[in-house]
């Protein structure tokens, strides 16, 4: 019973990400998608599922005086 629950979960999210992403995905086989299409779906998820925060700042620079320089930096939450 926690299969079929469990992949019908999988499959409706499947579902919302295609949405997101503007790809017409149709219940059962889809061998009519390209590969940017199927790439851009499980891109999203993984988005959804492990967003990546990015925070980007200003710093003096060590090296030139007088000179800023902006640094940003990616990372991702982890459970």
């Known amino acids: 019973m926690a299969n079929k629950q469990a992949k019908k979960a999988l499959e409706q999210f499947k579902m919302e990400a295609a949405n997101e992403v ?3 995905l149709q219940q059962g086989y889809n061998g009519d998608l390209t ?8 891109g999203q998820m993984v ?7 990015t925070m980007r700042f200003e710093r003096h620079n060590r090296i030139s005086q007088g000179h800023k320089i ?3 930096y990616a990372f991702s939450l982890t459970v």
Not at 35 to 42: D, E, N, P
Not at 47 to 53: E, G, T
């Open 35 to 42: 590969a940017r299409q199927a790439g851009s779906i499980g």
């Open 47 to 53: 988005n959804n599922m492990n967003p990546v925060r």
């Open 70 to 72: 902006t640094v940003k």
């Open 22 to 24: 503007g790809v017409n």
